[in-house]
């Protein structure tokens, strides 16, 4: 796609993965439409080689100038917390069939729509042995993930309009991450926070190989109608906590919570985001989240049409993300 310097629009362009999409895509050779609102802060990409489109998914003339001339579109922007369900829907679900109203609007020669989804819309596996992949029926718990789910389908309703691919990652971690980086300042600390004594287990992917993951769905003609799970490591809070103690240089005192602190803290959460009208980072659906045993998907689709795979290890990339927050003085 990138022969005649092909233009991308990125919403969501300032934030974790949209500020690593937009760098890879200008790497590559493409131009770059960063889609933001008037009040985003543009830090982690202020200064590169972009174009700028203001606007926010409540405003349709805005949307459809946005898309103009745009040769894809990778929707990145989303909302993560919110204090309601509806909210929820509004931003990630309407905001989302929006704009790819608005694309198909403006733009009659839409070569793709990539929407990152997320793990989420799927849900946790079932079983003990259970993995999640694309064959799977989704059964989301947490609003944001039930948001993302209607997002799709919203998106597939509009198939044969819409050149659409879909990238469900799982939690994602790396260089300017601010919902792992709790973990790390806890290991920092000196601490290992367990919870529960039955082991907890999730898949991983570096943003770096996120990335790539995107920009290989993008480049592939074989992609369109398709949804892959983005996932590089099977681990356990454990492990990831040990792969973050051996990249500070630390041995932390392990400290098991019992689960039932959850209860407390989701009620202390409701509270608080009533007095504040802001969710908290521990909200009452992240802790819905940390009581699963097993958010476990599979890449194999990825891997077998792709060739996706992480470029290093765990513990390699935890080094990085690491080396960049004590760089950018963040730890």
Same mark, same amino acid.
């Given at each position: 796609?990138?022969?005649?310097?092909?233009?991308?629009?990125?919403?969501?362009?300032?934030? @974790?993965? /949209? =500020?690593?999409?937009?760098?890879?895509?200008?790497?590559?050779?493409?131009?770059?439409?960063?889609?933001?609102?008037?009040? =985003?802060? !543009?830090?982690?990409?202020? /200064?590169?080689?972009?174009?700028?489109?203001?606007?926010? $998914?409540?405003? /349709?003339?805005?949307?459809?100038?946005?898309?103009?001339?745009?040769? &894809? #579109?990778?929707?990145?922007?989303?909302?993560?917390?919110?204090?309601?369900?509806?909210?929820?829907?509004?931003?990630?679900?309407?905001?989302?069939?929006?704009?790819?109203?608005?694309?198909?609007?403006?733009?009659?020669?839409?070569?793709?729509?990539?929407?990152?989804? =997320?793990? &989420?819309?799927?849900?946790?596996?079932?079983?003990?042995?259970?993995?999640?992949?694309?064959?799977?029926?989704?059964?989301?718990?947490?609003?944001?993930?039930?948001?993302?789910?209607?997002?799709?389908?919203?998106? +597939?309703?509009?198939?044969?309009?819409?050149?659409?691919?879909?990238?469900?990652?799982?939690?994602?971690?790396?260089?300017?991450?601010?919902?792992?980086?709790?973990? @790390? +300042?806890?290991? +920092?600390?000196?601490?290992?926070?367990?919870?529960?004594?039955?082991?907890?287990?999730?898949?991983?992917?570096? $943003?770096?190989?996120?990335?790539?993951?995107?920009?290989?769905?993008?480049?592939?003609?074989?992609?369109?109608?398709?949804?892959? @799970?983005?996932?590089?490591?099977?681990?356990?809070?454990?492990?990831?906590?040990?792969?973050?103690?051996?990249?500070?240089?630390?041995?932390?005192?392990?400290?098991?919570?019992?689960?039932?602190?959850?209860?407390?803290?989701?009620?202390?959460?409701?509270?608080?985001?009533?007095?504040?009208?802001?969710?908290?980072?521990?909200?009452?659906?992240?802790?819905?989240?940390?009581?699963?045993?097993?958010?476990?998907?599979?890449?194999?689709?990825?891997?077998?049409? !792709? /060739?996706?795979?992480?470029?290093?290890?765990?513990?390699?990339? #935890?080094?990085?993300? $690491? $080396?960049?927050?004590?760089?950018?003085?963040? !730890?």
């Amino acid at each position: 796609m990138t022969e005649q310097r092909k233009r991308v629009l990125v919403t969501g362009a300032n934030g @974790f993965v /949209g =500020s690593h999409l937009t760098e890879a895509l200008l790497a590559r050779g493409y131009a770059v439409r960063c889609m933001v609102r008037s009040s =985003s802060d !543009l830090s982690a990409i202020r /200064g590169l080689a972009v174009e700028w489109a203001h606007a926010d $998914v409540r405003n /349709g003339d805005a949307l459809r100038e946005a898309c103009r001339d745009v040769d &894809a #579109v990778c929707h990145c922007a989303a909302l993560t917390r919110a204090l309601d369900e509806e909210t929820f829907m509004r931003v990630n679900a309407e905001g989302t069939k929006a704009l790819a109203q608005a694309c198909i609007q403006a733009n009659g020669n839409l070569e793709r729509f990539l929407f990152v989804s =997320s793990q &989420a819309a799927a849900g946790p596996a079932q079983n003990a042995e259970d993995v999640v992949d694309e064959s799977d029926s989704p059964r989301p718990i947490t609003w944001y993930g039930k948001s993302k789910l209607a997002a799709e389908k919203a998106l +597939q309703a509009m198939a044969g309009e819409l050149p659409l691919s879909i990238v469900r990652p799982c939690a994602v971690f790396g260089p300017r991450d601010r919902d792992f980086f709790a973990y @790390f +300042q806890v290991v +920092q600390r000196g601490l290992s926070l367990r919870l529960g004594r039955s082991e907890r287990l999730l898949s991983l992917i570096y $943003v770096g190989d996120l990335v790539e993951l995107i920009v290989s769905v993008l480049e592939s003609k074989d992609a369109v109608d398709q949804t892959y @799970f983005g996932c590089g490591y099977p681990s356990s809070y454990a492990g990831l906590s040990r792969a973050i103690s051996d990249a500070m240089g630390k041995k932390p005192v392990v400290i098991t919570l019992p689960e039932m602190v959850l209860t407390p803290l989701a009620l202390w959460s409701k509270v608080q985001g009533k007095l504040t009208g802001r969710p908290g980072l521990l909200n009452d659906q992240r802790i819905l989240d940390m009581r699963q045993h097993r958010w476990l998907c599979s890449s194999a689709k990825a891997r077998r049409e !792709l /060739g996706f795979a992480p470029r290093q290890s765990l513990e390699a990339a #935890v080094q990085e993300t $690491v $080396v960049w927050y004590r760089e950018n003085g963040w !730890l």
